[in-house]
């Protein structure tokens, strides 16, 4: 049996297992791929943080990986994408089908189980673009050779199709903040759950024989505190923070004004349709052609905003406040203008607790030090 529920990525109705149960407000993070430089810090971080014990030694519950050729496990995206056949569009509204919608005859989810070996080659692909280059060719305007990073984590998807296949009813979606979590007392290991999630994001452990996944860093965020591959983001390309639906979206919420209001910020593969979390600035020097099927139509208005971002100060502010604090910060306001101002982050009961210059002040001091007679070796 299914139940119709509205999927707002895809703009219309779908079938998914269970009837619609929105948390009031969604654990959801932001990505800036423009940012990142795959320093894998933040793989490392969760890595320590979560799964350092015997038998999780494959698991990277956070991993980056470079488009078009990096995967973690082998293929994730392209085997599925493959299965599910034409992916149409008509404007913003998905008419293809979902990977609910597209099962096959007598399964519940479209989906496969990844071999051990696809999991063996976390960095594969890494830096490498999308096409040889020829002899003596050299990189040019038009970005015909290109590659971007892709950081990845459980979705903690509005619609999860772990949860929906699993049979033991082990995997639950908070309601306080749509955390989606496996029950390792309930746990079997049956694997549906990786078989069924698109993203590859839960992951066996045959140690002790049940399905482990992200867990949104629930003890810290229950602190009100970020995820840790948010706090330690060298690029500080990651904002962590609970989001509302389109329709109560608040402006003054950093998460609803980069997804809803700017609309800067896309889900990796709508189409999919488990309405995931994760959303994700999409890189601004990869052609339409290829960021489209990754995020969906939204892209061209993303980029175009993103490019245009000074336009709009409290965009640009807010992208100061990537990686400025490990507090989660539910509300901020923009004082002054771009140029002197500054953005300010407050929790969740109104207290400040960062504030950022929207522009980095540049100090350009002396080659020679006339107070101390040395000569500077770096000046800016
Ligand atoms: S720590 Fe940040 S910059 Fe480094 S790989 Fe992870 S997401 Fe990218
Ligand atoms: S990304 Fe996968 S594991 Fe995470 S909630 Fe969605 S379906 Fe489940």
Same mark, same amino acid.
Request: proline share 7%.
């Given at each position: 049996?299914?139940?119709?529920?509205?999927?707002?990525?895809?703009?219309?109705?779908?079938?998914?297992?269970?009837?619609?149960?929105?948390?009031?407000?969604?654990?959801?993070?932001?990505?800036?791929?423009?940012?990142?430089?795959?320093?894998? !810090?933040?793989?490392?971080?969760?890595?320590?943080?979560?799964?350092?014990?015997?038998?999780?030694?494959?698991? +990277?519950?956070?991993?980056?990986?470079?488009?078009?050729?990096?995967?973690?496990?082998?293929?994730?995206?392209?085997?599925?994408?493959?299965?599910?056949?034409?992916?149409?569009?008509?404007?913003?509204?998905?008419?293809?089908?979902?990977?609910?919608?597209?099962?096959?005859?007598?399964?519940?989810?479209?989906?496969?189980?990844?071999?051990?070996?696809?999991?063996?080659?976390?960095?594969?692909?890494?830096?490498?673009?999308?096409?040889?280059?020829?002899?003596?060719?050299?990189?040019?305007?038009?970005?015909?050779?290109?590659?971007?990073?892709?950081? &990845?984590?459980?979705?903690?998807? !509005?619609?999860?199709?772990? /949860?929906?296949?699993?049979?033991?009813?082990?995997?639950?979606?908070?309601?306080?903040?749509?955390?989606? @979590?496996?029950?390792?007392?309930?746990?079997?290991?049956?694997?549906?759950?990786?078989?069924?999630?698109?993203?590859?994001?839960?992951?066996?452990?045959?140690? *002790?024989?049940?399905?482990?996944?992200?867990?949104?860093?629930?003890?810290?965020?229950?602190?009100?505190?970020? *995820?840790?591959?948010?706090?330690?983001?060298?690029? #500080?390309? &990651? /904002?962590?923070?609970?989001?509302?639906?389109?329709?109560?979206?608040?402006?003054?919420?950093?998460?609803?004004?980069?997804?809803?209001?700017?609309?800067?910020? /896309?889900?990796?593969?709508?189409?999919?349709?488990?309405?995931?979390?994760?959303?994700?600035?999409?890189?601004?020097?990869?052609?339409?052609? +290829? !960021?489209?099927?990754?995020?969906?139509?939204?892209?061209?208005?993303?980029?175009?905003?993103? #490019? &245009?971002?000074?336009?709009?100060?409290? @965009?640009?502010? /807010?992208?100061?406040? +990537?990686?400025?604090?490990?507090?989660?910060?539910? *509300?901020?306001?923009?004082?002054?203008?771009?140029?002197?101002?500054?953005?300010?982050?407050?929790?969740?009961?109104?207290?400040?607790?960062?504030?950022?210059?929207? !522009?980095?002040?540049?100090?350009?001091?002396?080659? +020679?030090?006339?107070?101390?007679?040395?000569?500077?070796?770096?000046?800016?």
């Amino acid at each position: 049996m299914t139940h119709e529920v509205f999927n707002w990525q895809l703009k219309r109705p779908m079938d998914y297992k269970y009837p619609e149960a929105r948390p009031r407000r969604q654990a959801a993070w932001i990505f800036d791929t423009n940012k990142c430089i795959a320093c894998q !810090t933040c793989t490392i971080a969760c890595k320590n943080a979560w799964t350092s014990g015997k038998g999780q030694e494959y698991m +990277f519950w956070n991993n980056v990986e470079t488009k078009p050729w990096g995967f973690y496990p082998l293929g994730w995206d392209v085997r599925t994408l493959e299965k599910l056949g034409a992916q149409a569009w008509q404007g913003e509204r998905y008419t293809g089908k979902t990977i609910f919608e597209s099962a096959p005859f007598g399964e519940e989810i479209l989906g496969f189980l990844p071999d051990k070996e696809d999991w063996a080659h976390p960095n594969i692909g890494e830096d490498e673009i999308n096409a040889p280059l020829d002899e003596k060719a050299h990189y040019d305007a038009q970005h015909s050779r290109w590659m971007h990073y892709l950081p &990845r984590i459980c979705n903690h998807c !509005t619609y999860p199709a772990c /949860l929906a296949a699993c049979p033991r009813k082990a995997i639950y979606k908070r309601p306080e903040d749509g955390i989606v @979590l496996i029950d390792q007392d309930r746990c079997r290991g049956y694997q549906e759950c990786v078989r069924a999630c698109p993203y590859k994001k839960t992951m066996y452990r045959a140690l *002790t024989a049940k399905s482990e996944k992200c867990i949104s860093c629930y003890p810290a965020v229950e602190t009100g505190c970020q *995820t840790q591959c948010v706090v330690n983001c060298i690029g #500080r390309i &990651r /904002l962590f923070g609970l989001k509302h639906a389109p329709d109560q979206a608040q402006a003054e919420n950093p998460l609803d004004y980069l997804v809803h209001v700017a609309k800067v910020a /896309l889900p990796l593969y709508p189409q999919f349709g488990t309405e995931p979390n994760v959303y994700y600035i999409p890189p601004i020097h990869v052609p339409t052609a +290829f !960021t489209r099927q990754m995020f969906g139509p939204g892209v061209q208005h993303a980029v175009a905003a993103y #490019r &245009r971002a000074l336009d709009d100060k409290r @965009l640009v502010g /807010l992208l100061m406040l +990537f990686g400025a604090t490990d507090r989660i910060i539910t *509300t901020f306001k923009v004082e002054g203008e771009i140029n002197g101002g500054y953005c300010v982050g407050f929790d969740e009961h109104g207290a400040e607790i960062v504030r950022v210059p929207i !522009t980095e002040p540049t100090i350009i001091r002396e080659r +020679f030090d006339q107070a101390r007679q040395v000569y500077r070796h770096s000046v800016t």
